[in-house]
Structure formats: structure tokens, C-alpha cells
């Protein structure tokens, strides 16, 4: 029964739908819709949810949501009416029953806003159509749920199932990210960005508050310092009883992934188990690198990273690399380049998959995906120490831990020590400092949307976005270098130029503009066949990032490349203050069934197509 819980996470609403394609598009993860609404995921992508009421996948992740949710409502009431509750194995999976309850809550907060709860299993006789609930308290009852149960889990060292079912790092890690987003922002009905403190009386509502005991002190959490105090208190929980190093090269931990290895003590604390044996999952269709054709099988990717977010990288920072990718293959041994608005997630790559999936289709790579890494612990600390006493010592340390993984030994003073101090003047630079490091660190693993939402500075990110995409484009077509915006990026490359040596691109710029262009600079179908193995091909680049669209009269203007102006077409607040329209509409068959539901306010622009 339980495992029939997780079972929910093989369907297509959850492995290609509420993982990643939906998790767009930020100033990190993005992929490009087309000119106008389609009615499609491509609708969530461009922060126009609200058109989708009518769109099928809606309705099914919506329902996928409830009946994992009434699954674990049954095994939590079946295992507590047991005789033999009190056995550890019992008590570890009404754990893992609360995570997952927890984590598709999560979801739907997330994706819809106040939704409705259920804490009981359906039975005959029970009122299924019930209003909507804060999503506060929903968080709130979560969070108490996890502070019960945590202490009876087992670690991920202490069952054969290991990382690939919810343990206790990964409860403790949950306790904290819930109470982050307890404490932060979210969209209300009147569709403007509140706190909970902002608009609810936490004081007297004890359905908004948390019960819990740290190093024997009893504790309440009710409004947003609380709640960040918990979440310092939970991720200072899990260090001491289960501190480790990072693991020091980060690509290998997205390698474990794609060859199926998967490390205890390490640095991802819970992912989802997709079943190497069974074909299960998309990671490494839908995300990863682009693959057009090889022994393999193939891709559809439908999660991309933004230009402005490769560009933000320090040269030096191994994570840059490891996450983003500038090539494709079309072949087990050939790659090919990608464009600077087709950027991928390197961290899968379906080629070092130990078989083929399945015949019948490229789907099902068996590749898991990381809910919970314990980097994002530290990070955790980080921000929520920084929050309630400002870059203290222990904040600055915690992100140094997480820096000094990126960088080589030689760079640590400069890049880490003296990064992270010189950051620190304040709680907004350093909290800013935190923000730019979740990117880092997370590229591609999804988490930026939500994020963003729980600081309130979604609107503030899309328009430096865009500011920064159009003056890349502008400094590489010399245009406006008068002015500072555009002049600071008047060395970042304009053309990429690359050779290919037995299949494999090579490039020799990545960042900035060459000194010298190379001399035999060639057509790129010729670059690496015989006569031309060192030649190179020239990609464009920055100056993909702007256009010059000339009259039939002659007359030449500029504007946004397409990609800056579809991406983010759903939010129209050129200040960036305004609520960004994130949430998806309810699915019209729950509506029109409902005496309660309906998708009137929280900012939804609604219509249809």
C-alpha cells in the first residue's frame, strides 16, 4: 500500500509535467513557447496557466495530486490502527506516508494556491466537494506532521531502499524547505503576494502554528520568524546528527544518476526511483542533454536554461559546465552545437545509461530525479540564519561550504573566502548572495520557480532578465555601448568558435570574445572532415540575443530577439512589483462539479484560447 503511494510519481503528470516541464519559466530554467497562447504546456511556460483550465494534463496532475494524497491518508489510518504500530518498520513507513502526503501538498500549493484538505482517507458518507484552505495552514499541518514523525524514521544508511525512499534526511530536509515557504510569500486571493502574517491571525490560529522541542527547549512556530527559526533549528538538527562532506566532484553525482548509482551518506539525501529494471521515468528525455539519435534512443526536451543564467557563471566555477550545455549528439560519438536560446541541462545525459530503454520508445530511462541534495541544507541555514541575525559567521560559512566544492583549490581564497566575505555587508546583499547561489547550485534540478515566488522577487527577476538579454545582444551588435547597462558587457562573446576532433566540439572561447579570430574560420558542415580538422566554425552568439529588422523600405530598427519576448509573455509589469501570474487554473470538470471551487482571483488571467 504504501509503495502504491510512490507508484503515483510513474505517471506522466509527475515524471515530464509537475518535475519539470511546468517548473518554468524563471531566470534560470526556461524554454521558449511560441507567439501566442496554444493551450498547451507551453501556456504554463509563458505564465499563462490561467488558459488552461480546458488542457487534459491539468485535470490529471490535478487528480494524480488526490489519489496519491488518499493513498497515504489510508496507510497513515491503517497503520495506526494496527496491532503492531509501534514496530520500527511500521512506524518508518507512516513516516514516509506523512513525507509523501506532505510533498504532493507541496505541489498543489505550489501549482494551484489554496486548494482543498484532506487529512482523512475517502470513506462513503464523506464530503468530497469542500472549499479551498489557506495554503498556510495546509504548510503548517505538514510541517507538524513531520516534526512527529522524523525522530522514528530511518536514515538512509539504515534500510536496503537507502535514498530511493523518503527517509529521515530527507523529513528533517522537508521540515525546513516547508517552513521556508511558511515563512515566505505567496499569492492571495486578491492576487497580490502576502505573507501569512501579512493577512492571517497567526497569533490566535493554532492552525497556523507548529509545536515543536529542539536540545529539550519546547518551541512554537507562528509567524514568519518563527517559522525561519524552525527551519534553522531542523537543518542544524540533521548537521549534527548526520553531517557530510559534500561530495567533491560535482558532475558525479548527476553521473550516479544516469548510471543507476546510488550512494548513501552522499550528497542527494532523496530522489525519486524510476526503476532502472522497469524503464520508469523521463529524465534524460524530457531534460538533459539534447540527443537526436544514437544506440541510446532519443530526446524531447521541454526544459532549457537561460543565456543570461550561463553567462552569470564565474569562469572558473565547475558547476557552470555541469549543468549547462552548449552541444547536442547526433550519434553515440558526434555532437553538434546549440544555439544560445537552445542552452540544455548537462547534468543527465541518456548516452551513459548502462542499456537502452525499452524499443518501443525512448521514454523510460530508469534515470531517477533529486527531490532533496544536502547542499540545499547548508543553503537552507544559510538563509535563514541570515534572515533572523544577518551574515553572521555561521551563514557565511554554510555558503562557503557550498562555493568551495565549485572551485579548485588554488581559487578557494578568492573565489570563496573573499566571495563570501565581501558579500556580506548586509541581510539584503547577503540574502541577494543566497539567491545567486541556489542558482549555481540548482540549475536545472527545478527548484528556482517556487523560490522566487516564496521571496517575492519573481516580477524583479523576469525583468532583469530581460534588461540583461537585450544588452548582451545590443554590446554584440555595437549598439548603445554608450551607456553602462550595455558597455559592462561589451567583451562577453558575440560568436563562439569551435573545432570538432573526432566528433567531439572543442571550443576555444566560452564566455568572452576572442583576441584574435582564428584565420581559417570555415563553414561548420566542413569543420572536422578530412582537410579541415583545424579549421573552425563561428556560432553565433551574444548577438543572437537582439535583432535588426530591416523595412522594405530600407529602414533598420532593433528590438528583443523573440525568445526574450515570448518567454515570459504572461507578465506584463514592466516595474517587476506586481504578482506574476504562476498559478495554473483548477481543471473545468472540478469546477463545474463543485459547489465551492472556482478560478475567480489569485491573479489568474482566464479566457479562452
Not at 514568519?224 to 548537521?239: E, G, N, P, V
Not at 556580506?424 to 520557480?449: M, P, T, Y
Amino acid at each position: 500500500m504504501v509503495l502504491g503511494v510512490y507508484a503515483m510519481f510513474a505517471q506522466d503528470s509527475y515524471t515530464s509535467r509537475m518535475s519539470n516541464a511546468w517548473m518554468q519559466n524563471t531566470d534560470v530554467e526556461t524554454t521558449a513557447p511560441g507567439a501566442a497562447p496554444d493551450g498547451s504546456r507551453r501556456d504554463i511556460w509563458s505564465l499563462q496557466g490561467g488558459l488552461l483550465s480546458g488542457f487534459g494534463d491539468v485535470n490529471t496532475a490535478w487528480q494524480h495530486n488526490y489519489v496519491a494524497i488518499d493513498r497515504a491518508n489510508q496507510c497513515i489510518e491503517g497503520i495506526k490502527k494496527s496491532p503492531v504500530a509501534n514496530t520500527a518498520d511500521m512506524k518508518m513507513m507512516l513516516g514516509e506516508c506523512y513525507c509523501l502526503r506532505a510533498y504532493r501538498y507541496f505541489l498543489l500549493c505550489n501549482f494551484w494556491g489554496d486548494v482543498p484538505y484532506f487529512r482523512d482517507a475517502a470513506k462513503a458518507g464523506m464530503a468530497l466537494d469542500i472549499p479551498k484552505e489557506d495554503k498556510n495552514i495546509i504548510y503548517s499541518g505538514m510541517i507538524q506532521d513531520l516534526v512527529n514523525c522524523e525522530p522514528d524514521m530511518y536514515f538512509a544508511d539504515e534500510f536496503s531502499d537507502g535514498i530511493e525512499r523518503m527517509n529521515r534526511e530527507y523529513a528533517l530536509g522537508m521540515i525546513a524547505r516547508l517552513s521556508l515557504f511558511r515563512a515566505g510569500y505567496g499569492v492571495t486571493v486578491d492576487g497580490t503576494m502576502k505573507r501569512a502574517d501579512d493577512y492571517l491571525d497567526v497569533a490566535k490560529n493554532d492552525s497556523l502554528a507548529v509545536k515543536y522541542t529542539i536540545d529539550g527547549v519546547a518551541k512554537v512556530a507562528r509567524t514568519s520568524a518563527d517559522y525561519y527559526q524552525l527551519a534553522k533549528d531542523y537543518c542544524q538538527k540533521l548537521i549534527t546528527l548526520k553531517d557530510r562532506p559534500l561530495n567533491p566532484n560535482f558532475a558525479s553525482i548527476f553521473t550516479n544518476e544516469c548510471t543507476w548509482n546510488k550512494p548513501v551518506d552522499d550528497d542527494v539525501l532523496y530522489e525519486v526511483a524510476f526503476g532502472a529494471t522497469n524503464g520508469g521515468g523521463d529524465v534524460g528525455w524530457c531534460i538533459g542533454i539534447p540527443v537526436t539519435s544514437s544506440s541510446k534512443g532519443t530526446t524531447t526536451i521541454q526544459t532549457g536554461l537561460t543565456p543570461s543564467y550561463y553567462f552569470s557563471f564565474d569562469d572558473k566555477d565547475t558547476r557552470r559546465d555541469a549543468t549547462v550545455s552548449k552541444i547536442q549528439y547526433d550519434g553515440d560519438n558526434d555532437q553538434l552545437t546549440l544555439g544560445v536560446t537552445g542552452l540544455a541541462i548537462a547534468k543527465w545525459n541518456r548516452l551513459l545509461l548502462t542499456s537502452a530503454p525499452g524499443a518501443s520508445s525512448s521514454k523510460g530511462t530508469g534515470i531517477n530525479w533529486p527531490l532533496m541534495r544536502y547542499s540545499d541544507i547548508l543553503l537552507m541555514l544559510s538563509e535563514a540564519e541570515n534572515q533572523l541575525n544577518g551574515p553572521t559567521q555561521l551563514a557565511k560559512d554554510m555558503l562557503k561550504r557550498v562555493r568551495s566544492r565549485a572551485f579548485a583549490a588554488a581559487d578557494n581564497s578568492s573565489k570563496v573566502q573573499h566571495y563570501v566575505d565581501s558579500v556580506g555587508g548586509s541581510k539584503l546583499d547577503f540574502f541577494n548572495a543566497i539567491v545567486d547561489e541556489r542558482a549555481w547550485e540548482f540549475g536545472g534540478e527545478c527548484l528556482r520557480k517556487f523560490d522566487l515566488v516564496r521571496w517575492n522577487n519573481y516580477g524583479t527577476k523576469i525583468i532583469q532578465t530581460r534588461a540583461t538579454l537585450d544588452n548582451i545582444g545590443k554590446a554584440s551588435l555595437g549598439i548603445d555601448l554608450d551607456k553602462s547597462e550595455v558597455a559592462k558587457y561589451a567583451n562577453y562573446a558575440d560568436v563562439l568558435y569551435y573545432q570538432k576532433k573526432a566528433g567531439i566540439i572543442v571550443f576555444l572561447n566560452t564566455k568572452y570574445k576572442v583576441d584574435a579570430v582564428p584565420l581559417n574560420v570555415v563553414d561548420a558542415t566542413l569543420v572536422g572532415t578530412t582537410g579541415y580538422e583545424n579549421a573552425y566554425a563561428a556560432l553565433n552568439f551574444g548577438k543572437s540575443l537582439y535583432q535588426k529588422i530591416t523595412a522594405t523600405d530600407g529602414t533598420v530598427s532593433y528590438a528583443s530577439a523573440n525568445y526574450t519576448t515570448y518567454c515570459w509573455r504572461g507578465y506584463t509589469d514592466p516595474t517587476g512589483i506586481s504578482a506574476v501570474p504562476y498559478l495554473i487554473a483548477l481543471p473545468s470538470t472540478t469546477v463545474s462539479n463543485s459547489k465551492y471551487l472556482n478560478n475567480n482571483g489569485y491573479g489568474l488571467v482566464t479566457g479562452s484560447n
